[in-house]
Every structure is written in structure tokens, then in C-alpha cells.
């Protein structure tokens, strides 16, 4: 077992975690989620899957530009043309890394590989050699490895480390093993594999049974040392171990896990919002330490415990998330300077343009809303930013509903910087609402989901509203928010649409496990 104490965060939310349905992501968000992570201390970023677009691709290679201190990482299945086109997207990187993988179980190696154990142990050695060649930092990870047998998993894992692999990954990719089975996993792979001590163990876990987290930590009290996770535990299927549970309870139950991260916990709930907001994956409001109700108490007995003292029935604070109570109160008489801080104090910086725009939607909704909360705040400006960049902009929507028919919806777009308007009618005012879009920027794309989130309490409340969109094998997520929720939907449906013409010249990344 490693003495050392330090555990290597390895996040893959903008690799494993896009392949959730409906969860792509564009150049920019890409860019603002690598800016977050590096600022919270994340050891090394999967940015993506070279070969699998030329999106993945760009995206890559522009973290890697931007990135300085965290590791960039990307995928390449265990195939020449896979590893080049990692190495090609690396190139900018500071710190890089490539990650090789293959199937090592024998219901994979036999059903989707059609491969024999052979096969497989020769495409491990060449595939990792010629990485390394390629790149010093080379992870290699075999994929069902909590379903491989034992003596083939060994031979694997010893024969990577002969050809130059740093990091051993053991992915429990379908999420079907226990806690103490994966612990006595990594135990065996420690006292089996000869030259173990020359790699750092790592783990990728999935939730399919609700055990992502607690088999990464019981990995780490194993002998692990590196834990590879996603914000919100974001994923295909069931989602991937939450980076935020794991970061905390090492923090919090220090006296029975001696293990350190670097990250840092304060920017938690940033980096939560910013992936939730990004996604259209809204966070539950039980989920542990980032939901909605993490620190919200109800109960008689628990409030009037915790006027007592905090420690009755919360563990952790809500600032060591990030959660910071406010010294700054929003109104409609703040001016700019008062706004800027209170920007700086969410963590946010925004130049001179974007700061103009998100404080212009900020007066207007001072005069809409009786308190401005922090929350309300962090929506406006993420909504200004994701539409920063928009072809197509809204500009007003008018709509008649009610019991009656008909529904109505007047609508006007800027497209192109020419201002088109329309009138349709639908089945309801979110109906007429999307008709009259179609009608002025005409399209094929399918709705596949409609959501709506209230950022705070109250019937004045911001709605926050999720809006994807499919056109053949391409998926987009709008989002849109204000105090009206079908201005909201608008603006959600036309960043959609701008989205979705940013990437119809891109191929789809195709699925890919670990």
C-alpha cells in the first residue's frame, strides 16, 4: 500500500461526463468549465476524445493552451491513429497526458472486441509503447476491469508498466461491484503485480448502483491514489463518482481516511452551477453537499439545534463549499461599482463589454424583483454569457394565453443584425412561442426536452429554462433565464439554435466507456 497521502483528482466531466445524453458541450463552455476546475485545484483534466470529432479535438487543444497548471488529459482507444490524434491536440499543453484504454473482461473481450486474451495483451503493449513514445505521462486504463479475471487483469496491468504507463486506471465501468470487493481488487493488484510500486493506481467508478463514491473511497483505503470523478457526478447512465462528495468526505472524515487533495473547496458550488447550468442537468435538491437542501433545516428539533450550535446537525459548513453569506446586498439602487464586487465576490470576472450587458439585465431585474439574491445574480450572468456569442439574438416576445383560445405568441429576432418578426399561434404560449421561432429561422431540429427551474422562492422568482434540441445525430442544450418564464423559453429555443449551427459542421463524439 502507497504511504504517500495525497490523492490525484482526475476529472473526466468534460470527457465521461458528456457522454450523459443531451450533456454536449461547445468550444466555450469547455473553455469556462477548465477555467473553473484549474482554479479549484484539479491534478489533471480529461478534456475530451481527440479522434472522436473535430470538436473533441479543438477543444483539446485549446485547454491545452489555456490550462498551466493542471495536467490536460485526453482519450485514445488502444489504435495508432487514436494516440497520434491525442499527441497532435496535447501539443500546447504544459502539463500533458495521454489516456489508453481497452477492454480487459471476458464478456467484453469476447462481445464487443471480438478478441482473444492475447490479442488484447499485444494490443496493450503496443498501444502504451508507442503513447509513450509520444508523450511521458501515459495512463492506461482496462476498461470492465472490475469484471476481468484476476491472473489476465495482473498480466495486463504488469505489462503496461513495463512499457512506460505512470498511472494503472481500474474502472468499474458498469457500476457493479461492491465496496469491499473493489478494496480486496486493489489489495490483490498490489501483492500480485511485481512492479506496481512503479505506477500510480487510480479508479474510475460508476453509479449504477449508487456506489461510485463509496468504491472510490474504499479503492483509497486500499492503496489507491487517484480518484477520477465528475462535478455533480455527471455521466452515461446513472452518472460517474461525485467529485464533490469525494473531495468532502476525505475533508470531513479525516480521523478515519488520513488522505489529502488539493482541491480547493470553496470554488465546489461554482463549479457545480456552472456544469449544472451548462448541462440542463439540474442537481437534485437532496443531493449531498451541492443540492438546493444540503444545508437547509426544516425539522423543529433540528433548527432549534442548530441555534444551539451549528455542529448539531451540520458536519461541514456551508462555506467550505462556497456558500458564503453575502456582505454585499443587491438593489436598484447599486450602482456598477457595487455590482463589479459583488461579481468578484460569486468569482467572477467579466471585461468591460460583458460586465456593461450582464449590468444593464441586472437594473432591469431590480425593477422587476423585490430582493435580489445571489443565486438570481449568478443565473443573470451566466445566461449573458452563454448568449454572448449568439448568431441569432432575442429581442421581444408578446404572447396572449389564457383559458380561452386562441394562444398567441408575437415574437422578433435579430438575424444576422436584421430584425425579423412574426406571429404564430400554438397550443399553449410555449408552443406559439417555439412556432413563431420556426417561422422566422426555419429548421428541422426536433425538441427533446423542456425544463423549467426556479432559481429562487417566491411567484417573483428568475425561471431558469433547459431547452434541447436533436437534428440527426447532433444534441444541443439551450439555456435561458429572466422573470418571465416564456421570455425565458425563447431565449433558452434560440440558444439552442445557435448551438446547434455551431456544430453542424462537426461530427458527434461517438460513445466511448472507460
Known amino acids: 500500500m502507497s504511504t504517500d497521502d495525497r490523492v490525484i483528482i482526475f476529472d473526466t466531466t468534460m470527457r465521461d461526463g458528456e457522454q450523459s445524453p443531451g450533456a454536449s458541450m461547445n468550444l466555450e463552455e469547455k473553455l469556462r468549465i477548465a477555467e473553473v476546475l484549474e482554479r479549484m485545484g484539479v491534478d489533471v483534466i480529461e478534456a475530451g476524445f481527440a479522434i472522436a470529432s473535430a470538436g473533441d479535438f479543438e477543444a483539446i487543444r485549446e485547454i491545452s493552451k489555456l490550462v498551466k497548471d493542471s495536467t490536460v488529459c485526453s482519450l485514445a482507444r488502444a489504435a495508432r491513429g487514436d494516440i497520434d490524434r491525442s499527441a497532435e ?6 502539463r500533458k497526458r495521454i489516456h489508453t484504454f481497452i477492454a480487459t473482461s471476458p464478456l467484453h473481450m469476447k462481445h464487443k472486441l471480438r478478441m482473444g486474451p492475447e490479442q488484447v495483451l499485444e494490443a496493450v503493449i503496443d498501444s502504451v509503447t508507442y503513447a509513450r513514445k509520444l508523450c511521458d505521462d501515459v495512463e492506461w486504463s482496462c476498461e470492465d476491469g472490475s469484471r476481468s479475471e ?50 500510480i493506481i487510480s479508479v474510475h467508478c460508476h453509479n449504477d448502483l449508487g456506489l461510485a463514491v463509496a468504491n472510490s473511497l474504499a ?15 455527471l455521466g452515461e447512465r446513472a452518472g460517474n463518482a461525485a467529485m464533490e462528495e469525494i473531495v468532502m468526505a476525505l475533508r470531513t472524515r ?12 470553496e470554488h465546489i458550488m461554482k463549479a457545480s452551477r456552472l456544469v449544472a447550468a451548462i448541462t440542463g442537468f439540474v442537481v437534485q435538491p437532496n443531493k449531498a453537499i451541492v443540492g438546493a437542501n444540503a444545508f437547509a433545516h426544516e425539522a423543529g428539533i433540528h433548527q432549534d439545534g442548530m441555534l444551539k450550535h451549528a455542529g448539531t446537525y451540520e458536519i461541514m459548513t456551508p462555506e467550505s463549499v462556497g456558500l458564503v453569506k453575502s456582505t454585499l446586498v443587491m438593489g436598484k439602487h447599486s450602482g456598477r461599482h457595487a455590482f463589479r464586487r459583488k461579481l468578484e465576490e460569486l468569482g467572477y470576472e467579466l471585461g468591460d463589454n460583458a460586465l456593461q450587458e450582464a449590468f444593464h439585465r441586472f437594473k432591469s431585474l431590480a425593477d422587476k424583483k423585490k430582493e435580489i439574491f445571489d443565486e438570481d445574480i449568478v443565473a443573470l450572468v451566466d445566461d449573458e454569457v452563454a448568449h454572448g456569442l449568439d ?12 383559458s380561452t383560445g386562441p394562444q398567441q405568441a408575437t415574437l422578433t429576432l435579430e438575424v444576422d443584425g436584421e430584425e425579423r418578426s412574426t406571429t404564430a399561434t400554438g397550443n399553449g404560449p410555449v408552443d406559439a412561442t417555439f412556432n413563431a421561432i420556426s417561422e422566422l429561422f426555419p429548421h428541422q431540429a426536433r425538441l427533446s426536452l423542456y425544463q423549467v427551474h426556479a432559481v429562487t ?42 448551438k446547434l449551427l455551431l456544430k453542424r459542421e462537426r461530427t458527434a463524439p461517438a460513445a466511448i466507456s472507460a
Open 219 to 233: 479503492a483509497v483505503g486500499a492503496g489507491a491514489r487517484q480518484i477520477e470523478c465528475t462535478i455533480n457526478g
Open 457 to 498: 422562492g417566491g411567484t417573483d422568482a428568475q425561471a431558469e429554462v433547459t431547452v434541447r434540441l436533436v437534428e440527426n445525430d447532433r444534441t444541443v442544450n439551450g439555456h435561458g433565464a429572466d422573470t418571465d418564464t416564456l421570455v425565458a423559453s425563447a431565449r433558452a429555443y434560440v440558444n439552442a439554435l445557435n
Open 254 to 265: 479525516h480521523d478515519s481516511m488520513p488522505y489529502t487533495t488539493g482541491i480547493k473547496t
Open 391 to 402: 448568431l441569432i439574438r432575442f429581442a421581444s416576445l408578446h404572447v396572449i394565453c389564457g
Open 89 to 94: 491536440a496535447l501539443k500546447p499543453a504544459a
Open 150 to 199: 484476476h491472473d489476465f487483469l495482473c498480466r495486463t496491468v504488469e505489462s503496461a508498466i513495463e512499457c512506460g504507463a505512470r498511472t494503472i486506471n481500474i474502472p468499474d465501468t458498469v457500476g457493479y461491484t461492491l465496496p469491499e470487493e473493489f478494496a480486496a481488487l486493489i489489495t490483490m493488484l498490489l501483492n500480485r503485480v511485481p512492479n506496481i510500486d512503479k505506477a
